[in-house]
């Protein structure tokens, strides 16, 4: 077969295939430090349990995803401006300050909000008994966001952020700030697997009681076509249907409970 022929298969081939809705491709935003949510594998793919679900789930609806890794705040804001048109963005809490913002095209799993402490300092149980602390929290987060809503009377001078969650960690251990406000996933996987590093184990810290239940959604802008918004959520609503959803997210329930033992 000549070139030039080889060349027309090809093109009638790619073209049957995005008739067929094969050729979908969006662009994802996610913070690779989202550690046991969101991480990068060692190929530079989607890892982590929330991770999982989305790869998963585009996989199975042969939905390509162009993946842009950013640290959160930066990730927040181009998932916002949504340049192309076909930017989505995850684990994105839904909260009220961001709820007009944003297009909640699909759950994909719920977390906690937990304040995490050494074992020699307090357990913290709700916002109101942190308000005399150092606060470590990630830049741009919903965490942030509930910390510093007027009715809570949390000092701003009070909260250290971090544009990287784990560096929050690495200041609580350091004693550079009383506790550490992250969710129960990322808070297990830190005392499960970086603590080792500084020879602690998860008996050194504290975790107090769930502070909110955050619903963690993939997201886009209205910037984003109904027809591709219905694309990706019908991806996922269907892998939701199935068993190996059901395992997933019965791993990130135990992560969870791992959390606040």
Sequence with gaps: MSIQKKTYVILILNLFFCLKGFCTEITLYADPGFVGEVEETAGGKLGGLG????????KAKNIKIKLEWRPWARAYKEALDNKDMKTFIIPLTRIPEREEKFIWVSKIYSAHPVFVSMKKGRRINSIQEAKNSTIGVLSASSYRAMLIRPENGINIENISENPEDLRNFKKLIGNRIDTWFTIDIVASY????????????????????????????????????????????????????????????????????????
């Design 190 to 261: 830190a005392m499960n697997t970086l603590a080792k590093e500084e020879n602690l184990t998860q008996k050194d810290f504290v975790i107090g009681d769930p502070i909110a239940t955050f619903d963690k959604y993939i997201g886009t802008t209205s910037r984003t076509s109904s027809k591709l918004i219905g694309i990706v959520q019908d991806a996922i609503e269907s892998f939701k249907q199935t068993d190996e959803f059901k395992k997933l997210t019965d791993l990130i329930k135990k992560k969870g409970n791992d959390a606040h033992q």
């Design 51 to 58: 991770g999982k679900i989305i790869a998963k789930a585009f």
